[in-house]
């Protein structure tokens, strides 16, 4: 089944575009995993970058489910499919249905905190 996702060209909300994936996507590199986003920011950092032309999507900050862990990212990094994680990404992309992010960058949500908490964290 296919996704589909919105993604930027520009600085005005008519650049936005579709993008659509013909499979469910996966992690971009071995040391990465693939998060089904729940929550992310949208902060200064991304109002500054957008509006000066950077034309990545934004979301600096990302919490979801882990749905996909390369196979680099398994040995090292203690994170595991069906964790839920907070992350900070490398370089925005959060506002997206799935994020492919280095599994070192992110943090288990412990159990006891909830959804709308844990992008605080």
């Known amino acids: 089944q296919g996704q589909i996702d919105i993604y ?25 995993i693939l998060v089904k986003v729940e929550a992310s920011t949208v902060s200064i950092q991304d109002y500054l970058e957008r509006s000066s032309g950077y034309l990545e999507v934004p979301g600096r900050q990302v919490m979801g489910e882990v749905v996909s862990v390369g196979k680099k990212a398994k040995k090292g990094d203690n994170i595991q ?17 799935f994020i492919s992010i280095p599994a070192k960058s992110a943090i288990p949500i ?10 605080c964290l």
């Open 110 to 119: 412990p159990s006891d905190v909830k959804r709308d908490d844990a992008i």
């Open 8 to 32: 930027g060209i520009g600085k005005s909300p008519k650049s936005l575009k579709l993008r659509r994936y013909s499979k469910s996507p996966r992690p971009e590199m071995n040391d990465h």
């Open 81 to 97: 499919v069906g964790d839920r994680i907070v992350a900070l990404t490398p370089n925005g992309n959060g506002n997206a249905r």
